[in-house]
């Protein structure tokens, strides 16, 4: 299957996975689109599913923005042409694949029926003829899944091919992690202040440039509108770095760290990873919602060093005063001509007036202005001051009010709502007062539904919602509530990973608290919110170490802000022993994560506020901080610290926690360059022992690798060995995959090494595999280089060059980079260099440092005979590949 793809290709970053546009009638082929979707997430794209549960938007506008980020279309067709929308002439499905780029891959599957619809069998006749798209008939649903899969699987085989000889690559290098977040609507009366901060970013002389202005204007929007308007001067891409949940002045840079993919194990300083991550790239970092953290304004300072090339764009409600700073004032929407500010019809031409009209079409999609009601339309832009917030507050109730009913109640109402809230700067008052006026339409239901969420951080489910709000007034009544909030405009609702999530605008929430503030509900809220994030965690921790690590990391993720907030909560009230429960139940999440700092930030914090009273509280706080403390020190106090933790957990009965800390003390003396190798050994072994007794292989199989390495540094290669093939057989025992990638790579490093190479080569790719499936950068790194020394064996000096600046293209973008008495490959390289190839391999290194991470997987995985399409398969098969390996090689006396 071929499809034309003629477009330039498209700039990626490594880690970001494909999203496919899938196109349909919703409830006719309802089961046809989660078949469909199964299928795009077995191959770990991103399905990208149009619903029409994001009612605050147009479906025109949503369907267009989705269009704009998706990568490939996948058209499904049953009997239906779908709805014509009024004034329309054409269905939103026939409009969808219009809109889908030329260049985009089309694959439309058609289901057999003989009772189609006129139109859409019109619609199949045009595709048919279209040589820009591949079509296929299904009968059933399982039949499309499988057709979905495979044509998927080949068209990245496809274009992972086309990438090799020059077509250009799919995916590639040179663009950061995080997506600038998705625009569901024009931006309307902005062109002016686009073009104006563009052009300031442009100059290359502004290192940090500060969009001002109360909520609700529009920094935010404003913002993305930049950051996609400069992107071409920006060749090194864009980071969008979210804010708003982020309160300690510490946390700064973590969450900057966590937006590049920079997981943060404490084991080499952030500052140091930032630095590797960004030298030398010229980038545009956004920095959203800043107002709260003013305190840490002067660490933006410290990132001129870090990162010289780099800009930062800022949101903030108040000014940062340091150092570079520049600001520009984002203004209210024109209201009218000022040239003639009485004259009706001018005003009608205004952005304000747009603005409002566009969203009151969400709700009305026939909605126009007219003689009749233009002046009552103009009237409320006014009133409300050309706050874009405000305005579609406004827009949103004209599903149920005339223009001239909502200006009505305004000059009736706001008033008197400003009036109320003199100590607030007057555009302030006006938006507030707005919100007050909104959520007066409201039920009595929606409108305590809309106080409560105020306790919720950005991003929380609908089954969140349900379980806080038993025994609340609104109980049992949450989807229809939610739903209403979003028709009003006072929630967002989007879908991640097939799950509804809600936010509420920061503006919005600080009314909703001050809701709950003035009813005397605010610590019993916050309390419930506490107790039930409290719940999610204790439930999801079990499943951690094991099967369903993968999905229990993806539902911690999803609402990690309000674990947050949770914990910090905790914190302020003075449970210590709850939170730090939550601490230690979670930490195999909080590693994976690289969120380790953050932790450590709040047991220093639980610390200083005497939270160590208690054994176990003590305890927890104090593994956390030594830990970060641990690396890059010669302090024996931390090894005393560890044992003291030991000592705590074991008082408590808590034998995991007491071998972990015993370990971790082991790992300390050999991080901290202390000389009894022994003793250290010694606390490894009995921590290892420990975890395995426990059931928690996941300890056993970390333990394992460490005395692997403790081994491999002492000169001991055969007890290394061995110590790393236990390891592999404690992860598959143990069924936990992220932990399987580390006992892999090891394994396959000391079989290199002893010169076991083919062996080396099939455990390297299997690696591979499952790092692949599992995004784990610094996984696909070690095999990329285990393979580059392969290939160096081999003579090869084009793949060896090209996978070793791949790999250096990795670790350069994460800033992980393994000790040097660990760094294996580059011995291989030198003997390459020695042979007088020095030239080939430098021009092929610096060829592999433009492969994105699956395009350079690809091409390691292709010398070892495993191609794109083979993948998915072998990924899921690699752990128990690898444990066989290691028990016959065991059986054969080297275990």
């Not at 369907?63 to 329309?88: K, M, T």
């Not at 031409?349 to 003689?371: G, I, M, Q, W, Y």
Request: hydrophobic share 45%.
């Amino acid at each position: 299957m071929t499809v034309e793809h003629d477009a330039a290709p498209r700039i990626r970053t490594p880690d970001q996975r494909l999203r496919v546009f899938v196109s349909s009638t919703l409830r006719e082929l309802e089961t046809e689109r989660r078949a469909a979707r199964g299928s795009i997430e077995r191959l770990r794209l991103a399905p990208v599913m149009f619903e029409l549960g994001a009612r605050p938007h147009p479906p025109q506008d949503l369907y267009r923005a989705y269009l704009e980020q998706s990568d490939v279309f996948v058209g499904i067709y049953g009997e239906s042409y779908g709805w014509v929308a009024p004034g329309e002439e054409i269905s939103g499905l026939e409009d969808e694949y219009r809109l889908a780029p030329r260049g985009m891959p089309r694959l439309i599957y058609i289901r057999q029926s003989g009772k189609r619809e006129e139109r859409l069998d019109a619609l199949i006749d045009r595709i048919r003829s279209d040589d820009t798209a591949s079509y296929k008939s299904f009968t059933s649903p399982e039949e499309l899944a499988e057709l979905v899969e495979s044509d998927l699987a080949t068209l990245l085989a496809e274009r992972f091919d086309s990438s090799r000889t020059g077509a250009g690559a799919i995916m590639n290098a040179s663009q950061v992690l995080s997506r600038v977040p998705a625009a569901f609507t024009r931006l309307i009366g902005r062109d002016r202040e686009v073009a104006d901060v563009s052009a300031r970013l442009a100059e290359g002389q502004t290192r940090l440039l500060t969009l001002l202005g109360p909520g609700g204007i529009g920094k935010s929007r404003l913002a993305i509108a930049v950051a996609e308007a400069a992107s071409e001067f920006f060749p090194d891409g864009t980071v969008f770095v979210p804010l708003e949940n982020v309160l300690e002045p510490d946390l700064l840079l973590p969450t900057i760290g966590y937006a590049l993919g920079i997981r943060d194990t404490a084991e080499v300083p952030l500052e140091t990873r930032l630095s590797l991550a960004l030298d030398g790239r010229r980038m545009l970092i956004v920095l959203d919602n800043f107002e709260q953290l003013v305190e840490a304004a002067p660490v933006l300072v410290g990132l001129y060093s870090i990162a010289p090339q780099a800009t930062f764009l800022v949101t903030s409600r108040a000014v940062l005063r340091i150092r570079g700073e520049r600001v520009f004032e984002v203004p209210t929407l024109a209201t009218h001509d000022p040239a003639s500010p009485d004259s009706v019809p001018r005003s009608l031409d205004s952005p304000a007036v747009e603005l409002f009209t566009e969203r009151a079409r969400a709700v009305k999609p026939d909605f126009e202005v007219t003689e009749t009601n233009g002046a009552a339309v103009a009237g409320i832009c006014r009133v409300l001051q050309g706050l874009p917030l405000a305005i579609e507050l406004a827009a949103a109730r004209m599903r149920v009010l005339t223009p001239s009913a909502i200006l009505q109640r305004l000059d009736k109402q706001l008033p008197l709502l400003v009036d109320s809230s003199r100590d607030l700067p007057e555009r302030q008052r006006t938006l507030r007062s707005t919100i007050e006026w909104s959520t007066g339409l409201l039920r009595e239901s929606e409108r305590l539904l809309l106080f409560d969420l105020g306790v919720f951080s950005h991003g929380f489910t609908l089954d969140s919602v349900e379980k806080i709000g038993v025994g609340r007034p609104w109980h049992g009544t949450a989807v229809d509530g939610l739903a209403a909030l979003v028709d009003s405009s006072l929630a967002a609702q989007q879908d991640i990973d097939g799950e509804s999530v809600f936010s509420l605008l920061a503006t919005v929430r600080e009314y909703a608290i001050g809701q709950l503030q003035a009813r005397g509900d605010e610590d019993r809220m916050r309390a419930a919110h506490a107790r039930l994030y409290v719940q999610l965690a204790l439930r999801e921790a079990p499943r951690l170490g094991g099967p369903d690590q993968r999905s229990a990391v993806a539902r911690l993720n999803l609402e990690r802000s309000n674990l947050r907030s949770g914990v910090r909560y905790l914190i302020d009230v003075g449970d210590f022993a709850t939170a730090a429960d939550v601490a230690w139940k979670l930490y195999l999440f909080w590693w994976i994560g690289g969120y380790l700092s953050e932790i450590a930030l709040w047991m220093q914090e639980l610390l200083d506020l005497g939270g160590d009273k208690e054994p176990y509280p003590r305890a927890v706080a104090l593994y956390y901080v030594l830990w970060k403390r641990m690396f890059g020190t010669q302090n024996p106090e931390t090894i005393e610290g560890f044992c003291e933790a030991s000592e705590l957990f074991a008082r408590v009965g808590d034998d995991m926690g007491s071998s972990m800390a015993l370990a971790t003390a082991g790992l300390a003396q050999v991080t901290t360059g202390d000389s009894d190798l022994d003793l250290a050994a010694e606390r490894l072994w009995r921590g290892a022992e420990g975890f395995r007794q426990a059931g928690a292989r996941w300890g056993e199989v970390l333990i394992l690798v460490a005395l692997g390495r403790l081994e491999w540094i002492r000169g001991h290669d055969a007890d290394a060995l061995s110590m790393f093939r236990r390891a592999l057989d404690a992860s598959v025992a143990g069924g936990e995959e992220f932990t399987s990638t580390i006992a892999t790579h090891h394994l396959a490093r000391a079989l290199l090494t002893s010169g076991q190479v083919d062996d080396a080569r099939r455990v390297f790719a299997e690696g591979m595999a499952v790092s692949l499936s599992l995004d784990h950068d610094e996984g696909i790194a070690y095999s990329l280089e285990g393979l580059c020394a392969i290939a160096a064996i081999d003579g090869d000096v084009d793949r060896a060059g090209v996978l070793a600046g791949a790999a250096a293209a990795i670790r350069k973008r994460t800033g992980q980079h393994d000790a040097p008495a660990f760094v294996f490959h580059t011995r291989f390289l030198d003997d390459l260099t020695n042979a007088g190839n020095a030239t080939a391999l430098r021009a092929a290194i610096d060829r592999g440092t433009e492969y994105g991470t699956r395009e350079a997987a690809d091409y390691a995985l292709s010398g070892v005979g495993m191609t794109v399409r083979e993948r998915g398969a072998r990924s899921a098969d690699a752990a128990a590949l690898g444990a066989g390996f290691t028990r016959t090689d065991a059986r054969a006396g080297n275990g």
